[in-house]
């Protein structure tokens, strides 16, 4: 870990920090992105110490008050490890109090979106500035990878041109949650939309087949930061949102399972035997990961009313006019 990625006084323990945890086998990535918002945190109110006070900490936790429960939570998290670190060699550190966890379905309910608003979403990404540069098609076609497939970001920006298999129409996922990997196979429309982006990216350095697959404007991986930020751009752009928390990147993932099950009950299909298809799509260990996704909308109650009615009327009805009429 480069002291560079942070630049707070605190730069050099916040990475022997980190350090330590990858030593032990974690990996670490989600919260070393937590503690660069800690960091900017810190440049930001001009600190110059090494020791955090309750007064920095509580200043901190504050700036979060905008965030879901959880959010604010992992945040916070992430800050404790760190004073706990520092504790071991200032016995005057502050350590806050762990923040309970709240439930996430009790405390947030994901945005899902509707069709037109993806589809203004990636009108609005397809014309993003500097014109002519490759920010546009890489923003419209992650955009559109992540509602098709409803692969997870870090999941999406960690792939390399070689894990895109054109003719098989797959992906493969080398490094996803718990360091599991996993192919995805995507449909025609979204390998001939993938294949229109490589075209143009491999005409851009680095264009090797262990080369990011999304490029930044410099040429680099592209990372969560840049694609959030500009994803907030476009909510505002194209007016998408509700109230309470704000619409999240992540809830393409929600609406990716959500969309996917409303197709399956229009088709008639068995949503129970399916159920450990999506599980598998999306990378879980079984399907009580994959029913945290699964959030009761008006579209689904409208079709899961639709089909109880409809076998009430086949089998339950039915069944019993014939036993009254026998007994008759």
Request: hydrophobic share 35%.
């Amino acid at each position: 870990m480069k002291e560079t990625s942070f630049k707070s006084s605190l730069a050099r323990l916040i990475c022997r920090l980190i350090e330590l945890r990858q030593i032990t086998g974690s990996d670490y990535h989600g919260q070393t992105l937590l503690l660069r918002y800690f960091d900017r945190f810190l440049v930001e109110q001009k600190f110059t110490g090494i020791r955090l006070t309750r007064e920095i900490i509580e200043a901190y936790d504050k700036t979060l008050s905008h965030l879901a429960p959880r959010g604010r939570a992992n945040r916070m998290c992430v800050v404790r490890q760190l004073c706990e670190y520092l504790s071991r060699s200032d016995p005057l550190a502050f350590v806050p109090e762990p923040l309970r966890t709240p439930s996430s379905r009790a405390t947030f309910a994901p945005y899902i979106y509707r069709q037109d608003e993806v589809r203004a979403l990636l009108i609005a990404s397809a014309s993003l500035a500097p014109q002519g540069s490759l920010r546009g098609p890489t923003m419209q076609t992650l955009l559109g990878l992540l509602y098709s497939t409803g692969i997870r970001i870090s999941e999406a920006t960690g792939l390399n041109l070689a894990d895109f298999y054109q003719d098989e129409k797959r992906l493969f996922i080398a490094k996803g949650k718990f360091r599991k990997a996993r192919w995805v196979p995507i449909s025609p429309s979204t390998t001939v939309a993938l294949s229109w982006y490589v075209d143009r990216r491999r005409k851009m350095k680095p264009n090797l087949a262990d080369s990011p697959l999304f490029l930044n404007l410099r040429h680099r991986r592209l990372h969560y930061c840049t694609v959030n930020h500009c994803f907030h751009d476009l909510l505002d752009h194209c007016d998408i949102g509700h109230t309470g928390c704000r619409p999240r990147l992540h809830d393409l993932r929600h609406t990716f399972a959500i969309h996917r099950l409303l197709g399956w009950y229009r088709d008639g299909d068995d949503i129970n035997a399916r159920l450990a298809w999506l599980a598998t799509y999306m990378g879980h260990v079984d399907i009580h990961s994959t029913q945290v996704y699964l959030h009761p909308t008006a579209e689904l109650l409208e079709q899961v009313n639709d089909r109880f009615h409809r076998h009430y009327l086949q089998h339950i009805h039915l069944q019993g006019t014939t036993t009254y009429g026998a007994i008759s």
